[in-house]
C-alpha cells in the first residue's frame, strides 16, 4: 500500500507543477493564435460532419472551443486562481492545457491538428507493434480495428476525443512492456497511474476506455500464460477496476479539496451541483429519457 501511496502523492505533486507552468505560458502570440483558432472554429460549425457525414464521425468544435478560451487568462486573474479553476469550472483539473496550450504557441488550431495527428497514429502503430510481437498479429489488428470502428481519423484532431485515446494506447503500452513481471503489483499500479492521469487531462469524454482497453489487452496475456477460471478472472477485474476507480476518484476529491483551500471558496459545492445538473438537467435544459 505505500507503493500506492507514494505514487499518488507524487502523480498530485506533479500536475500542480505542470499546471503552474502551463499557467505561466501566455503572450500575444498565443493570444492571436487562439482568436484565429476560435474564427475558424466558428465558420465550421460546432458539430461539423466531415467524414461521411456521419454522426459517429463528427467533431466536438463546441467542446474545443471551450478548451480555446481556457487557455486565456484575464489580467486580474493570479497564477493560483488561473490554475485551479478555469471559465467558472473549479471541479476539473483542466490537465489538457498541458498537452495542447503549448500547441497554440507556434500555431492555430490547423497546425495543432497536424502534430496531434501525427501523435495519435504514431502511438497506435507503437501499440500495435508491441501487441504483435507480445501477443500476435491478430490481436494487434483487434486493436487496430476497434480504433478504426471509433473514427480513428476524428478522434485524432480533436482536443475534445484526444486525451483518451492516447492514455488508452499509452497504458496499453505500459501494460505490454511490464506483463513479464509480478503482475499483480504491476498492473495495479499502471491502472492507478492511469485513472489518476485520465482524470487530470480529461474533460469528460470516455475515460472508461482506459480502464477497458488495458484490461482487456492483460486478460488476453494472462490467458496465454495460465489456465483461466471464471472466478479468479472476475476477481482481478474488480481489483484492477478498484485500482482504476481509486486513482481516478482521489485525484477528483483532491481537486476539490486543494481548489476549496487555495481559492477560498466550496469547490464541493459546485461539484455536485454539477454532478446534479448533468443526471437530472434544470429547467431550462431538460433530460429527455427513454427516446
Known amino acids: 500500500m505505500k507503493k500506492y501511496g507514494k505514487l499518488f502523492a507524487g502523480l ?13 505560458i501566455g503572450g500575444e502570440q498565443l493570444e492571436k493564435n487562439v482568436n484565429a483558432s476560435l474564427e475558424y472554429l466558428e465558420e465550421e460549425g460546432e458539430y461539423p460532419k466531415p467524414l461521411f457525414q456521419s454522426t459517429s464521425g463528427r467533431l466536438d468544435n463546441f467542446t474545443d472551443k471551450i478548451i480555446l478560451n481556457n487557455m486565456l487568462i484575464e489580467e486580474d486573474t493570479t497564477t493560483i486562481q488561473a490554475m485551479m479553476s478555469r471559465g467558472g469550472r473549479i471541479q476539473y483539473w483542466h490537465g489538457y492545457l498541458v498537452l495542447f496550450k503549448p500547441l497554440l504557441l507556434f500555431g492555430n488550431i490547423l497546425q495543432a491538428r497536424e502534430i496531434l495527428s501525427a501523435v495519435f497514429f504514431l502511438l497506435m502503430f507503437g501499440t500495435f507493434a508491441l501487441i504483435q510481437k507480445k501477443l500476435g498479429v491478430v490481436q494487434a489488428m483487434c486493436m487496430v480495428i476497434s480504433m478504426l470502428c471509433v473514427k480513428a ?122 454532478a446534479a445538473f448533468r443526471v437530472g438537467g434544470d429547467e431550462e435544459h431538460v433530460l429527455a429519457r427513454g427516446k
Open 12 to 24: 498530485i505533486v506533479f500536475y500542480l507543477i505542470l499546471m503552474f507552468g502551463t499557467t505561466r
Open 153 to 274: 481519423v476524428i478522434v485524432s484532431v480533436s482536443l475534445q476525443f484526444f486525451s483518451c485515446f492516447a492514455v488508452a494506447m499509452l497504458a496499453m503500452c505500459a501494460a505490454l512492456v511490464k506483463c513479464g513481471q509480478d503482475q499483480k503489483e504491476q498492473a495495479g499500479l499502471i491502472f492507478l497511474t492511469t485513472g489518476s492521469v485520465i482524470n487530470f487531462v480529461d474533460f469528460l469524454t470516455v475515460p472508461v476506455i482506459t480502464l477497458g482497453y488495458p484490461l482487456i489487452l492483460l486478460l488476453v496475456i494472462r490467458s496465454q500464460k495460465q489456465e483461466c477460471r471464471l472466478k479468479t478472472e472476475l476477481w482481478y477485474c474488480i481489483r484492477m477496476s478498484i485500482c482504476w476507480g481509486a486513482g481516478y476518484g482521489l485525484t477528483w476529491i483532491c481537486k476539490w479539496i486543494l481548489g476549496s483551500v487555495l481559492l477560498q471558496t466550496n469547490a464541493l459545492a459546485d461539484a455536485v451541483s454539477t
